[in-house]
């Protein structure tokens, strides 16, 4: 699988990162450009946890033919890397973990990034790039660099509520669904945990949830029935789950514990009709 586009300080860097929705009206320069399209080649190169190679790519901008849906509330953005997979959820969560990884090493090089995975509008953009069979456009990021947040965006932040999270014991527990933990718990592991708390989502649901049991840590996705649009085509909160993954990894990978991510579903008793197991991830320490 491999994590190689993220390379130094990798939680300073998930505390960094926010969605940008205003942009400096100016083009990148062209090492950052060259910056950019060498990262996409090494992560159309690299698979997710599951083993899917999902495809990334770079679409000319021509922001007069995207101002409907999500694209209406980004403005001046130099750039949009479209996420295309097929409709699996293994393809999906993959798509998130190394679509995510890419944002990081952006945020890294001070590029702003925004995900554009809900009320995509898909027509446009598939008139630039050819799709394959049974392919679909599941996220889009745009990119340029940050410029001063305009009214509009301070709104948009506080309607999705993205200035907030929820705190550990909703999140995080022990064993079993019954006993939450909070940061100071599990010394351990408190980076990785604290770094999945913090990793963006679809209207801020943040609908991860991890189990920690026998040594490893379980993931589920709390399913946000709402999300589940028959408009969308897919369930964005794969990609959600795929981008949890991704900073629990990165951050236990810099740490020094590595890991990988294994289907061991423990059977923990659910609390909910909408919670699923995802995967387990072990370290190798």
């Not at 090494?42 to 000319?60: A, D, H, K, Y």
């Not at 990021?141 to 506080?158: H, N």
Request: glycine share 8%.
């Amino acid at each position: 699988m491999g994590c190689t586009v993220v390379e130094n300080n990798i939680l300073e860097i998930i505390r960094k990162r926010s969605s940008v929705r205003t942009y400096a009206d100016r083009p990148l320069d062209p090492e950052d450009e060259r910056q950019i399209n060498e990262l996409l080649r090494i992560s159309n190169e690299l698979s997710g946890p599951f083993g899917n190679i999902p495809r990334l790519e770079l679409v000319p901008v021509n922001r007069e033919k995207m101002k409907t849906g999500t694209y209406g509330f980004v403005k001046n953005y130099q750039g949009l890397i479209v996420g295309i997979c097929r409709n699996f959820r293994e393809e999906i969560i993959d798509l998130g973990y190394r679509l995510e990884e890419l944002v990081l090493k952006l945020t890294e090089l001070e590029i702003g990034t925004c995900w554009m995975a809900g009320g995509l509008k898909k027509f446009p953009l598939q008139s630039m790039i050819q799709l394959k069979d049974e392919e679909m456009i599941a996220a889009v990021v745009s990119y340029g660099y940050p410029e001063k947040k305009r009214l509009m965006e301070k709104a948009i932040k506080m309607l999705i509520r993205s200035n907030t999270r929820k705190a550990w014991g909703e999140l995080f527990f022990k064993g079993d669904f019954s006993h939450p933990i909070e940061n100071d718990d599990c010394p351990q592991i408190s980076l990785c945990l604290e770094a999945v708390r913090l990793a963006p989502s679809a209207s801020n649901r943040q609908p991860w949830r991890v189990v920690l049991s026998d040594g490893a840590a379980h993931l589920y996705l709390q399913h946000t029935p709402a999300l589940q649009s028959e408009r969308l085509g897919h369930d964005i909160q794969y990609l959600d789950i795929g981008i949890a993954m991704c900073h629990l990894q990165l951050v236990c990978q810099e740490l020094g514990e590595g890991g990988e991510w294994y289907l061991e579903d423990p059977n923990i008793e659910l609390p909910n009709d909408h919670i699923e197991y995802i995967a387990t991830f072990r370290t190798k320490q």
